[in-house]
């Protein structure tokens, strides 16, 4: 990495709370001495995922995932091990020294554009409240558009000039070239640059946590294109993210449900309103990453559609990804002619939150179409490989039977020829899905379980540490990943003093035994002090005597050969090594 100072590293990880930076997004409540929520990793309705404040880790007791502050926000927001450490920094108010970063280095880059839009976020917010920004005040205000949703959102005003954000950036000794990778900046064909968005509306695109991955103009007047995106860029990849999603996160998870849009302003002019649940794509039809995005804040989402055929054609397509997704989706047809903007605008917040709760799910609405779709066989049974179409796209066997009855239902075929042609769908593209239905996530790893009682006993209990390692049993451990994390923990606290949990665990390079650690040590609760001691010298003889048995075992095998083969010296050399191994265990240190 080496672009973090080791101490800084250190002192991040030491200072990061894991319950502040999980609340970003997950709701928790408190239960005993965790807190608990529902899992951002997987789909539940029930909280199984659990975070432990005071060894600052956090385990799913639903899909198995665990870790710590760090590893959290790497998997929730896809973020490298150095940008999880920067995002918790300036979430601390650490200041990380910068030093000078190799040119090309992709992680340079991504950070140094990551910087880049956040200076020219605040030239567009600049702007749009300075004397220039005045029309475009006045025209947001003929919208209805509020302050705060101004500040929410961070909109800002691109002015109608060539270098207006070039000149700015020059000040500021920032390196064009690196303007013109994210996409702020154009060449001239003499090569000089000028800017991209001008005269317009911005919109800063961000990532649920909040940095600002791209911008969205969006013109004033009837200048063409009507909105302008940035390209793609080192960190902005369209498809992957979701206007709105980090203003609407919060709300999702409270109301359980998110609202899809297609447009920045939709989504703005609802929030205006009071609808703070809502997302746009941007600026391309529904992707699968996006659904999945979604997936981490909810399993039910409303998409308001247009009413026209481009509308419909659209939420056909969606259908198919929510369904492969195992999302719950509702079709939301506006009145004719009425886009959401209008809608709440004339309607207000309530009256588009019934017409949600009234909509069809895409499900009930895609078979209502279905039944309509024609009287004779032969439109009926075209109807149906639709419908067998779509059914191969849910993986839950349970559902897709379901769903088969009700398509049958409908169209009258006949359920178990459905469900054949179902099945050579599904086995035509199962090529592809190799994985065996039902196959956990994380096999199974076999760890002796005396010895991880024991392991954490020292974890939780690391002024106990020197007493096993004086007990000599670590050498009786097996061969494997527990011995060395035991002695990982045994080295690191004759070093320093004190152990950190939560950072020591994450180099447990095995998965399964990992999960398994952050699992118990998020179960277990405390032991009194006298109890700490027993529980230890139990656990330590109990490993003791498993180890004893076995040297017996293989020594009263090796003495019975040797007696077969008549051979007196061995017999004698392996009973002589009886006695010391009975006399090694008659004098054991004892705890107690
Ligand atoms: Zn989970």
């Known amino acids: ?9 250190e002192e991040i990880k030491s ?45 799913c007791f639903g899909c198995g995932e665990g870790g710590n502050a760090v590893t959290f926000l790497m998997k929730v927001n896809a973020m490298t091990y150095p940008e999880a450490l920067r ?74 000039e060539w270098t207006g954000l070039r000149k700015t950036l020059e000040r500021g000794n920032i390196p064009l070239a690196m303007a013109q990778q994210a996409g702020l900046l154009l060449p001239r064909e003499d090569g000089s640059l000028y800017d991209r968005f001008r005269g317009r ?22 200048a063409e294109p009507k909105y302008l995106n940035s390209p793609e860029t080192p960190i902005f990849v369209k498809g992957r993210n979701l206007f709105g999603i980090r203003q609407a996160k919060e709300t999702i998870r409270r109301k359980g449900y998110a ?30 990453d996006q659904v999945h995005l979604i997936k981490r804040y909810t399993k039910d989402v409303a998409v308001i559609f247009d009413s026209d055929p481009a509308g419909r054609k659209a939420l056909d397509r969606s259908l198919e990804m929510f369904l492969a997704a195992d999302l719950e989706a509702r079709a939301v047809f506006l009145p004719e002619g009425a886009d959401p903007d209008d809608f709440v605008r004339s309607s207000g917040a309530e ?8 909509s069809p799910t895409f499900m009930d609405y895609y078979l209502e179409t279905l039944a309509g779709s024609g009287t004779t066989i032969a439109a009926r049974r075209s109807a149906a490989q639709g419908a067998v179409a779509m059914l191969a796209k849910v993986d839950d066997p349970i559902k897709r039977n379901l769903l088969l009855k009700r398509i049958s239902e409908k169209t009258g075929l006949d359920q178990s020829v459905l469900k054949g042609q ?46 096993v390692a004086g007990s000599g049993v670590l050498e009786q451990f097996d061969a494997g990943t527990l011995k060395n994390f035991a002695e990982t923990l045994v080295d690191t606290f004759s070093r320093d003093g004190r152990i950190d949990v939560s950072n020591l665990a994450m180099e447990i390079p095995e998965e399964g035994v990992r999960q398994k650690i952050l699992k118990m040590l998020v179960q277990k609760q405390p032991l009194e002090e006298t109890l700490v001691e027993r529980y230890l010298w139990d656990s330590i003889g109990q490993i003791r005597r498993k180890w004893f048995r076995k040297q017996h075992e293989q020594l009263r095998r090796k003495l019975l050969s040797a007696q077969e083969r008549e051979d007196g010296a061995l017999c004698e050399a392996l009973l002589r090594e009886k006695e010391q191994l009975l006399n090694r265990e008659r004098n054991l240190p004892k705890g107690i």
């Open 1 to 9: 990495m080496g672009l973090i100072p080791e101490e800084k590293v």
């Open 351 to 358: 009256a588009l939150e019934e017409l949600v709760q009234r």
């Open 15 to 59: 200072r990061a709370d894991i319950v502040e930076v999980v609340s970003d997004f997950v709701t928790l409540r408190k239960a005993g001495r965790n807190f608990v929520g529902l899992c951002p990793f997987h789909q539940e309705k029930t909280p199984s995922f659990t975070v432990n404040p005071e060894k600052q880790i956090f385990h």
């Open 259 to 288: 609202v899809l849009v297609e447009g920045y302003f939709d989504v703005i002019s609802l929030w205006n309103a009071g609808v703070r649940n809502a997302l746009a794509s941007l600026g391309t039809a529904l992707t699968t």
């Open 422 to 467: 179902v099945r050579k769908v599904v086995e035509v593209e199962a090529g592809k899905v190799p994985v065996a239905e039902g196959s956990p996530k994380n096999p199974r790893t076999e760890s002796n379980p005396l010895e991880l009682d024991l392991v954490l006993l020292m974890m939780e209990y690391p002024f106990r540490i020197p007493d």
């Open 87 to 160: 995002h918790l920094a300036g979430k601390m108010g650490i200041q990380i020294p910068r030093k000078p970063q190799p040119p090309g280095e992709n992680q340079g880059v991504r950070s140094a554009i990551l910087d880049l839009n956040e200076k020219a976020a605040s030239f567009f917010t600049g702007n749009l409240q300075g004397p220039g920004g005045r029309e475009v005040r006045d025209y947001l205000e003929k919208r209805g558009i509020r302050e705060e949703t101004l500040k929410a959102f961070r909109l800002g005003f691109a002015r109608n």
């Open 201 to 222: 509306v911005m919109f800063p695109i961000e990532d649920a946590s909040g940095r600002v991955i791209a911008f969205g103009g969006r013109v004033i007047g009837d």
